[in-house]
């Protein structure tokens, strides 16, 4: 494949924006290369500027479960931006929104949206830190929340320790409210529980981690520390920005009986365009403005082009109810194929699916926590990533992102996939 045009594009953009990206990872600087410079989206595949096509496991980071273009989404953004793009006023299609994501999480009463996540998240730590009067929060080495300053923190000496800025711009006044605590290691989240002279104000966790690879948190692990929240007073929130209607269509929400305090939703819920939110039972949410003395607010906030686009992928996904089946069952085949790849070079990998989400490590060991997905060979993730792009297969470039699956994908896709992973494997194998 020839990337002269992509290349010549990064270029020009690292003459005007940071690094030549608005998102980090975007720029490749973990697998090398040039990142290809999109040019359109068709269903389940990626077309570059240079006229490549790619079969598209990334879905945008993971809002398209249709796929790119969806007739239906594009359909209701037209229509509504036909209307007006924002009105900073109230519409109905925020209510409308509102019911549909209540009607489905019984842990929601009441919704705010927003424009991201990070906005999601920083607004739900806001409310559980103005309900129960305390500062200290814990959050898990490997689970991210956006880049807010209290969540950017990395971990210092000792089983649990306050946290200290990860990145140059963070005032450490902020981070050492910030306890760290290990992935499916209760222990640990004990310990942090200590470690807090005033209280814990919540728990945050993605209860299916999507940023260190796809890592699932143990049913046991969730049930300890729903009791632990409830021994010590403090809210427990589930980060289901990225496996809110990906994992099922209640997130792992369906796929497990422990219940959070407050949720964050994100990406599916706004169908390709920018959303976030937050929800939880009444009596929380009546402490947010303009009902209660906590406050947030956003101009975009709940924008019309936003909650159509939304709506129509929620009613869209609830209309079908075997899709998630299909999806899993897809993906499930994604990385057997992988696997077997893998194995018959004697290459180690371990693979991981929730719903339509997927996951793989170079490693010879489970990955339940941060420290296991540090052990992926990331150099050989790296081969395995540009030897799949050159054969047209868009996969995370991150040893350390979720894989998607999208109702697009079909199966001649995966089979396509699973062909060039065994190509790949066999190059990579060799080195």
């Known amino acids: 494949m020839g990337y ?8 020009a953009a ?9 998102s980090p990872v975007r720029a490749f600087g973990s697998v090398g290369g040039t990142p290809p410079f999109i040019d359109r989206g068709e269903g389940g595949y990626l077309y570059d500027i240079d006229g490549n096509r790619y079969i598209d496991y990334v879905q945008s980071w993971g809002p398209l479960i249709f796929g790119h273009a969806d007739r239906d989404i594009e359909t209701a953004v037209i229509e509504t931006a036909k209307k007006g793009l924002s009105f900073g006023a109230p ?19 009441k919704v705010r949206f927003v424009n991201s996540g990070t906005e999601a998240v920083m607004s739900a730590i806001r409310l559980a830190r103005g309900v129960t009067g305390r500062d200290d929060i814990i959050k898990f080495t490997g689970c991210y929340h956006g880049h807010s300053d209290s969540l950017l923190v990395q971990a210092g000496s000792g089983a649990a320790t306050f946290g200290s800025p990860s990145s140059p711009g963070v ?57 632990l929240c409830d021994m010590h007073g403090t809210l427990l929130i589930f980060d289901e920005v990225m496996s809110g209607f990906r994992a099922s269509l209640r997130g792992a929400q369906g796929l497990t009986g422990v219940k959070p305090d407050i949720v964050t939703l994100g990406k599916v819920i706004g169908g390709g365009m920018p959303v976030g939110a937050f929800g939880a039972r009444a009596e929380i949410m009546a402490q947010l403005s303009p009902e209660g003395p906590v406050y947030q607010a956003g101009t975009l906030s709940g924008n019309p082009v936003a909650m159509a686009a939304g709506l129509a992928s929620i009613r869209k996904l609830k209309s079908n109810p075997t899709l998630y089946v299909e999806l899993a069952k897809k993906a499930a085949r994604l990385m057997k194929g992988f696997q ?19 996951g793989f490590f170079f490693s010879d060991r489970p990955v339940r926590n ?6 992926n060979d990331s150099e050989r993730f790296a081969a395995f990533h540009r030897g799949m792009l050159d054969r047209g297969i868009y996969l995370a470039c991150s040893a350390y992102e979720t894989g998607f ?26 080195k």
């Open 14 to 22: 690292y003459k005007v924006i940071p690094g030549g990206v608005d």
């Open 171 to 227: 005032p450490a006044d902020l981070t050492k409210h910030t306890l760290l605590a290990t992935y499916n290691d209760i222990g640990s989240v004990a310990e942090a529980f200590q470690a807090s002279e005033e209280g814990v104000a919540c728990v945050i966790l993605e209860p299916i981690a999507g940023n260190m690879g796809l890592v699932p948190a143990e049913e046991e692990f969730l049930v300890e520390l729903r009791k």
């Open 91 to 109: 519409t109905t299609l925020e209510t409308e929104l509102a019911e549909e994501i209540t009607g489905l999480f019984d842990t929601i009463d």
């Open 370 to 375: 941060f420290d296991d997905a540090l052990a």
């Open 405 to 430: 699956i999208s109702t697009a994908t079909s199966d001649e896709m995966i089979e396509e996939t699973i062909s060039a992973a065994y190509a790949v494997m066999r190059e990579i194998g060799d």
């Open 340 to 358: 077997a790849a893998a194995d018959a070079e004697e290459i180690p990998l371990v693979t991981e699916v929730r719903g339509s989400m997927f």
């Open 4 to 11: 002269e045009k992509s290349k010549a594009a990064f270029e």
